[in-house]
Each structure stands twice: as C-alpha cells, then as structure tokens.
C-alpha cells in the first residue's frame, strides 16, 4: 500500500485542485466526464505523465486516473496540459464536487450519458457550491444496476420495471423520479445530505442507519450482484490491471483500439472492441463474454 500524506498548498495561477503527495511525488487525479477518454485524450495523458510525472497511473475504485510522481514544479503545467484537454474543470472548487461515478455500460445520447451530463452541469452551477465537497454520485441507469457495491452517496438507478429511481445509499427502496426531474431532486437530496450531516466525514449511508431517512422513497430498489470481470460486452472489452497501475504506454496502446471508459473495478472499458491483442500489464479473457 501506497504510503502518502495530503499535500494542503494549492497553485492559485492554476485553479489546480489539491494534489496529494506520496513517496515517490505528487499524486493528481483525473476524473474524466461520463467516465470516459477519447483516443485524443489518453494519448494526451500519456504525454503529460510521462513528461511531468514518473510515467506511471493508477486506476482507482472511484474510477479516476492517478498521475504519479509530479515535482511540484511540473505541477502547474500538467494541470494546464489536463484543462486544454477537458480532462478537469477549470474551476478547482467545481473538481472538488464533481464526484460522479458512471456505469460504463451506456450509449451516446441513452439516458444515462444525459444524466450524467446534466448532473456536472448542475453541480458546476452557482447555487451548488454549498453542497458538501465529498458527497459522491452515481449514474447507474441502465437495465440493471452494476454500482451497489461501490461507494456512493446519492444513486440513480432503475427499478425493476425499467422506472427511475433516486436512492439515498443504504436504503432498500428509491424515489420515483422522471428523466426531467431526476437532476433537480439528486440535487435538493444532496442539499438535504449537507444541511443534516453533522460530521465532515458522515455518509448518507450513515444518516440512514439513524434512521434519518429523506421522503418519498417508497418502491424497491433492484437488488443484484454485478460481478465484474475481463471479457467482452456489447459495448467493448473490459480489460484488467493486475495491480490497478500501469505505464503510460499501456494507456495509449489501448487508445489504439476505441475510446476508454474508466470503471472502479480496476477495469477498463475498450469501446467497440471485439478482439484485442496481448498487452503488457492487461488482463483479458476472450472465452468470457458477458
């Protein structure tokens, strides 16, 4: 395990978010809109890494690329290098609250993607910047859900009938909510959740198990259990990390093969792809079809 401490200073010049630092530099995460890097965009990263850090990343399970090994001279840079490449918004107060975990198992213009998209355009808005900066979302919209079991405060999800629904984690049932309404009250549950939570550090998990409970969540929730593994999907390959890090070239030698979609399983999502060919420090395993 990765020893690191945070590192409190921030670039002003930069609008840069608190970096953390480790033994071998600083630690920047990137968190990429709807979960996903163009070609364009991992070939970016890999660039920026390797020219400003130690040439290595991690995938996290909150779904973010850590860039590893950044001086805090060559901070700067990179993050300008990760904003002219929408890669972080260019207001770090925005970064900090733009915690939203995607599936990666969505379509261009499906109702998630217009979730999600409305969801950071909502939490970038004036009137958000009251919400708790460590309020994490999730999109998790598709025919079954795959997040249960990863960490979020606010989910929306679908119901067995296909219907939306918002859940506060931690309860069995979920609100009845519409496509056009679905952002506005994720939004008013997380201005609940910051108004409510007395402790920093509370989930809304563990407001629930005080049965402090926000209303009108009255229809079960699904309950499955998503196992991710590598194997192929109608949306592409979900490949492996064996370790949850590798070198930049393995970034960009997977770009080749489609646009990437970052999960927090220590999986990526190669768009498209049906066939891949053997990749330093990448699992895959083509007799599993999911």
């Known amino acids: 395990m990765t020893d690191h401490t945070d590192y409190h200073e921030q670039d002003q010049s930069t609008g840069s978010p608190h970096p953390e630092m480790a033994k071998d530099g600083l630690i920047v995460q990137v968190r990429p809109f709807c979960g996903r890097i163009s070609r364009a965009q991992a070939d970016a990263i890999a660039s ?3 020219a400003h850090g130690n040439g290595l990343l991690d995938l996290t399970d909150s779904a973010t690329l850590q860039i590893r090994g950044v001086s805090r001279q060559s901070h700067p840079a990179l993050i300008n290098g990760l904003k002219m490449m929408r890669l972080i918004d260019p207001d770090p107060d925005v970064e900090i609250r733009r915690n939203i975990l995607v599936t990666p198992f969505w379509r261009p213009q499906d109702e998630v993607e217009i979730l999600a998209n409305q969801l950071t355009a909502e939490i970038a808005a004036n009137d958000a910047s009251g919400l708790r900066d460590e309020i994490r979302f999730a999109v998790d919209t598709g025919r079954t859900p795959v997040l249960q079991n990863d960490v979020a405060d606010i989910r929306l999800e679908t119901d067995a009938g296909g219907s939306l629904l918002l859940v506060a984690d931690g309860m069995k049932t979920g609100k ?9 009250e994720t939004l008013k549950l997380a201005r609940w959740f910051s108004e409510t939570a007395e402790d920093k550090v509370d989930r809304l998990k563990s407001l629930v198990a005080k049965s402090v409970i926000p209303a009108g969540a009255f229809v079960p929730r699904q309950q499955g259990a998503y196992n991710p593994v590598p194997g192929y999907t109608p949306n592409g390959a979900l490949v492996g990390l064996a370790s949850g890090q590798m070198h930049v070239e393995t970034l960009s030698s997977l770009a080749k093969h489609g646009g990437l979609r970052l999960t927090p399983w220590r999986l990526i999502l190669v768009e498209s792809a049906r066939e891949l060919p053997e990749i330093d420090g990448i ?7 999911l």
């Open 48 to 50: 920026l890494a390797a």
């Open 176 to 184: 009845p909510v519409t496509t056009d309404s679905a952002v506005a």
């Open 283 to 289: 699992e895959t395993d083509s007799g599993n079809r």
